[in-house]
């Protein structure tokens, strides 16, 4: 079903993009080891927000969405232009699989 492997497609390409950035950030051992994606079931709201300890430096275009916790232990939830493209794509395709089960 084509809407199943563009949810695959997307799912990969969120994975393939956090690689990418982990190369970015700084410290990058951090990064790598608990950047989270959250959210990422098709019915939550704010799909695939990205989670990461708030001493990691971000460029410009990761937009805070919210912050938990406090002090070292802060972790910050960010959005960047990227995922929201690819989300708007993954709902586009959980909707059409949506309709085709209704059938």
Known sequence: DQACDTIERIQADLEDYKQEMCQ??????????????????????DKYLIELPAMVEVPDDFLIKGKRGSGAKQ???????????????????????QERKAM
């Open 24 to 45: 970015e950030l700084s410290p990058r051992h951090v990064a790598r080891r608990d950047w989270t994606y959250v959210n990422t079931k098709p019915d939550s709201k």
């Open 75 to 97: 972790v910050n939830k960010y959005r960047t232009p990227v995922v929201a493209r690819l989300v708007q794509e993954l709902e586009h395709a959980f909707d059409i699989q």
